[in-house]
């Protein structure tokens, strides 16, 4: 999986949870369980989409977080195909 397939599932997983519950904020173990990939190649993708303004990011010791999505990352997703 290429690294904008995985920032577009980070985005999905995100948007899907912050739909059912406001605001809700996604725990790095769960990302890295749903998407089967290694922690630090999670971090640098999470981290490009914080840089974005589209995720907000609660950082722990290594690379654990916690992430929710950003007014501008539910905007942005909207108007993304895949998610329709």
């Given at each position: 999986m290429d690294e904008v397939e995985i920032r577009r599932k980070?985005?999905?997983i995100i948007y899907d949870l912050d739909k059912v519950t406001r605001?809700?904020?996604?725990?790095?173990?769960?990302?890295?369980?749903?998407?089967?990939?290694k922690s630090e190649e999670l971090f640098i993708?999470?981290?490009?989409?914080?840089?974005?303004?589209y995720l907000e990011?609660?950082?722990?010791l290594g690379h654990e977080f916690?992430?929710?999505?950003?007014?501008?990352?539910?905007?942005k997703i909207e108007k993304m195909d895949f998610i329709r």
């Open positions: 980070i985005f999905k605001g809700y904020s996604v725990d790095s173990r769960d990302l890295i369980e749903k998407l089967d990939v993708n999470v981290k490009y989409l914080e840089k974005d303004g990011l609660e950082e722990f916690n992430a929710k999505i950003t007014q501008n990352g539910i905007k």
